[in-house]
């Protein structure tokens, strides 16, 4: 029985290797200490396993990463690409 042709795929191969190192990296971070995090002066700390710190940030950064792209593509004009000539105006140099 022959495997279907999306698992002899690169970007399916890439992504399945990056999937299991992050759960790799996720559960033996879950078995460490958790860490003391003081986000304020006068507050108690706070408590966090190092894992969720992991997951946070991986959010965070995936969020942050589409708003940029969001931001960036609404900026540029959708015609601003295409050089515009007046009507009438000479395109060759030469005389």
Known sequence: M???AFLKSPKFIGGTIVVLWAVYVVYWNHRLDPINIR???LLKPMQLNVSSVIIGAAVFG??????????W???RSKNGSTA???PGARTNTVA
């Open 2 to 4: 022959a495997a279907p």
């Open 84 to 86: 515009a000539i007046a």
């Open 39 to 41: 986000l304020f002066p």
């Open 73 to 75: 593509r609404r900026g």
């Open 62 to 71: 995936c969020l942050a990463t589409l708003t940029v792209q969001l931001f």
